[in-house]
């Protein structure tokens, strides 16, 4: 069973930075895809970037694309997530979620996995 963790979280003004991390166990993820994943109060959950274990190629979202970027250690098992430039409208719970699929997808019904989210909180 794949088991996801995220850590990271917490409360930044805005121009800050946090590093989120998802730990994944339980599965060799060499053909698997990664995603992060947020999801504001009131709001649809929306895709953020993702990568693959086995290329590290990524993808972003428009609204994040070169403030956040995706990286993994595959020694670690360990994906993360770096966001510079912390903006108000970042604040929402983030989420990592696993494919086992070597393709990036932004559609959140195509990950089988979820970790429990953490908490991202940008002041003004």
């Known amino acids: 069973q794949v088991q996801l963790v995220e850590s990271g979280g917490g409360l930044v003004q805005a121009g800050g930075s946090l590093r989120l991390s998802c730990a994944a166990s339980g599965r060799t993820f060499s053909t698997y895809t990664m995603g992060w994943f947020r999801q504001a109060p009131g709001k649809e959950r929306e895709y953020v970037g993702g990568?693959?274990?086995?290329?590290?190629?990524?993808s972003y979202a428009d609204s994040v694309k070169g403030r956040f970027t995706v990286s993994r250690d595959n020694a670690k098992n360990t994906v993360y997530l770096q966001m510079n430039s912390l903006k108000p409208e970042d604040t929402a719970v983030y989420y990592c979620a696993a494919r086992d699929n070597p393709y990036v997808n932004r559609r959140s019904s195509a990950y089988d996995y979820w970790g429990q989210g953490t908490q991202v909180t940008v002041s003004s």
């Open positions: 990568i693959t274990w086995s290329s590290g190629s990524t």
